[in-house]
């Protein structure tokens, strides 16, 4: 297994990959010239792995300055109990640590026992003390 950098070149592979595995959490925000915009402003953070030239796993690493973001962490159903996810995790933040960011958070749907479990295992303490509130941008001339 090669573990490197995402492309945008990788995106139709990864967007078929998403399909699978995240596709409810995709939106407008993972169309390929979002995605080209994020790899661009957060270069070298976001990983693809990869078997006999077959994309099997990818996350979207990023910071804002102050704090790391993992998103879209997937790892294809055939592929998964391999360390595949916990070594792209661990290339991501390590991406991260680079660029001088002391903390990675993660979002994780409350229905995704999977993916709580797996963060959990691999370091990450569930919050308790915050929620997460969203607002859609299209609609602030609305307020």
């Given at each position: 297994?090669?573990?490197?950098?995402?492309?945008?070149?990788?995106?139709?592979?990864?967007?078929?990959?998403?399909?699978?595995?995240?596709?409810?959490?995709?939106?407008?925000?993972?169309?390929?010239?979002?995605?080209?915009?994020?790899?661009?402003?957060?270069?070298?953070?976001?990983?693809?792995?990869?078997?006999?030239?077959?994309?099997?796993?990818?996350?979207?690493?990023?910071?804002?300055?102050?704090?790391?973001?993992?998103?879209?962490?997937?790892?294809?159903?055939?592929?998964?109990?391999?360390?595949i996810g916990h070594e792209l995790a661990k290339n991501a933040i390590k991406a991260i640590k680079d660029q001088?960011?002391?903390?990675?958070?993660?979002?994780?749907?409350?229905?995704?026992?999977?993916?709580?479990?797996?963060?959990?295992?691999?370091?990450?303490?569930?919050?308790?003390?915050?929620?997460?509130?969203?607002?859609?941008?299209?609609?602030?001339?609305?307020?």
């Amino acid at each position: 297994m090669t573990i490197r950098e995402m492309t945008i070149d990788d995106y139709e592979e990864v967007f078929a990959l998403w399909q699978i595995t995240s596709k409810r959490a995709l939106s407008k925000a993972d169309e390929k010239a979002k995605i080209e915009s994020y790899l661009t402003r957060s270069e070298g953070m976001s990983k693809v792995a990869v078997i006999d030239g077959k994309i099997v796993g990818t996350v979207l690493a990023s910071h804002d300055g102050r704090r790391g973001f993992i998103h879209h962490m997937a790892v294809l159903p055939d592929y998964r109990r391999n360390r595949i996810g916990h070594e792209l995790a661990k290339n991501a933040i390590k991406a991260i640590k680079d660029q001088g960011i002391d903390k990675t958070h993660i979002f994780c749907y409350q229905n995704n026992t999977t993916g709580q479990s797996f963060w959990q295992d691999f370091g990450f303490k569930k919050r308790e003390d915050i929620f997460v509130f969203s607002f859609n941008n299209e609609d602030v001339d609305n307020t």
